[in-house]
């Protein structure tokens, strides 16, 4: 099997179907594969936790080999890695061809108002097809999640049924794989502060801005994924050695009585 692409998507097909036996090789545009989804840390890390697989990083596909079937995927050089399964995740978009772009405008996504309303009056739209400023990211995006989908399912229900309240979710999401769990949270930007917090099982890297945690990502971590949310919920200041040290409860400095 032959996994083309450097996300969430890819790395868990590729993980599944190792443990399955079969032999499987991963090909990564990027020089480090998950940069992209969990930034630059907490992807080292993960690269070191591969096991059982071939990862071939700085490759491009150009297409793939096969008459009646697939037979391996050709590279950019001219090289072809041989395969008979070949799965393509390199992200996703729209399909909006059936939409008035003039009256939509629908460039990237739909554009909606913190109802998740459309410049249609009464027309709403949800999920991975809506494009929203979140107020956690400060810009217009789009989150390729299920649970984002399932969080503004309820905003844009409750909209249609008159209920002004807008939508304010932390954007969050994981991945399971190769025997690791990886949560996200907010904003991994590498430009921001970044604090890292080791424990004796897992690791998270917490993204601060004006002292406030903007992001978070953590192996093996849950826990401290959610001190963070709750921390980027409330606006909360910290103090990054406190955040550093594995010994403070996070849950206890988001004003959130820990359970």
Not at 58 to 80: N, P
Not at 131 to 156: I, K
Request: proline share 5%; hydrophobic share 45%.
């Amino acid at each position: 099997m032959a996994v083309v692409g450097g996300g969430f998507l890819a790395v868990e097909v590729a993980s599944t179907a190792a443990a399955l036996g079969n032999e499987v090789t991963w090909l990564c545009r990027s020089r480090q594969p998950l940069t992209g989804t969990v930034g630059g840390h907490a992807a080292r890390e993960l690269g070191e936790r591969l096991g059982g697989i071939t990862v071939r990083t700085g490759v491009s596909v150009a297409g793939f080999a096969g008459r009646t079937a697939v037979t391996g995927a050709v590279l950019q050089d001219g090289e072809t890695v041989p395969a008979d399964v070949v799965l393509v995740a390199v992200g996703h978009r729209p399909a909006l061809g059936y939409l008035d772009p003039a009256v939509f405008g629908t460039r990237h996504g739909v554009p909606v108002d913190e109802r998740l309303e459309t410049a249609v009056p009464g027309v709403f739209a949800a999920g991975d097809v809506a494009s929203f400023v979140d107020p956690f990211v400060g810009a217009r995006v789009r989150h390729g999640t299920w649970r984002n989908a399932q969080e503004q399912a309820r905003t844009a229900a409750g909209a249609m049924l008159g209920d002004p309240a807008p939508y304010r979710s932390v954007p969050w999401s994981w991945s399971d794989h190769f025997g690791t769990n990886v949560q996200v949270a907010g904003q991994v930007d590498e430009t921001a502060e970044i604090v890292e917090r080791r424990g004796t099982r897992g690791v998270t890297w917490f993204y601060l801005d004006g002292g406030r945690v903007v992001g978070a990502v953590g192996i093996d971590a849950g826990r401290d994924v959610r001190a963070a949310m709750l921390l980027m919920e409330g606006g909360v200041p910290v103090d990054p050695a406190a955040v550093a040290d594995p010994a403070v409860d996070l849950r206890a400095t988001t004003g959130v009585t820990p359970a």
